[in-house]
């Protein structure tokens, strides 16, 4: 039996640790060729060279348009074109509400939605040149669906990235790409070690991960691993018939 990947070429941002990390190992397992891209390029480095040859790694700034273009042309030239395009870079920042400023909101809305949009855009712009089919996954969020207030930013940047993929399902349908999000719940990676030292400080510990992961119908958190298999399926032939969708990982925590 093929793999579901087999032969496809892959490019993954945020690629080089948490969620993006399994979802490059769960492309090269499925028999796929994975970019792994990152703003840390030398981690996204050093986890290709765990891989072997069927991945490789480049540096990459999500809101910079050169860099984005500079990487998908670097995936088309080691493999010879593309076929999968993860937005799955993102950060976040948290504030109270009352306490947001202009440039918190403003750098959150340029990785986590300006990102998405261009990293689509590019994207499509390859798959239009090479004349094929092309798939395109974004990286949502619950927060996406439900406002949280230290988080609202980030909140406001994954609601965006749900409207971006209907959008560009809407406008990529005709040139046979397909557009999907799934968005993950309460999820152990760097990034929440991160949030929970920030919720801290800002003296909201009871905000952080143990808090919110408490909610969860399944009785525990995610770990990256638990997203792999929906992301594969998305990137597989799987989902040829699926468009516009955003699909939940989150145990049973939102349910909306």
Do not use: C
């Not at 050093?46 to 999500?62: C, H, I, N, Q, Y």
Request: glycine residues 10%; proline residues 5%.
């Amino acid at each position: 039996m093929a793999e579901r990947l087999e032969g496809k070429t892959v490019v993954v941002t945020g690629g080089a640790s948490g969620i993006g990390a399994a979802i490059v190992r769960g492309v090269v397992a499925e028999g796929g060729n994975a970019v792994i891209a990152d703003l840390d390029e030398a981690a996204a480095t050093s986890l290709a060279e765990s891989l072997g040859d069927r991945a490789v790694a480049v540096g990459m700034d999500v809101s910079d348009r050169a860099q984005v273009m500079a990487g998908i042309a670097k995936a088309v030239k080691v493999f010879g074109r593309l076929d999968v395009y993860f937005n799955n870079a993102g950060m976040n920042v948290p504030m109270p509400f009352l306490g947001i400023t202009e440039s918190n909101f403003e750098l959150v809305m340029r990785v986590n939605a300006l990102g998405v949009l261009i990293g689509m855009q590019e994207a499509a712009r390859q798959f239009i040149a090479q004349a094929g089919p092309g798939k395109i996954v974004n990286t949502a969020s619950i927060a996406g669906r439900t406002g949280f207030p230290d988080f609202a930013p980030y909140s406001a940047a994954k609601a965006a990235v749900i409207s971006l993929t209907q959008a560009a399902a809407r406008a990529l349908a005709s040139h046979k790409i397909t557009v999907n999000a799934f968005a993950p719940g309460v999820v152990a990676t760097p990034l929440w070690k991160k949030l929970d030292a920030d919720l801290a400080q800002m003296g909201k510990p009871e905000a952080g991960f143990d808090s919110m992961a408490a909610d969860i119908l399944l009785g525990r958190a995610a770990v990256p691993d638990d997203i792999v298999p929906t992301a594969v399926f998305l990137a597989a032939p799987d989902s040829d018939y699926i468009t516009g969708q955003v699909i939940p990982i989150e145990g049973g925590m939102i349910l909306v």
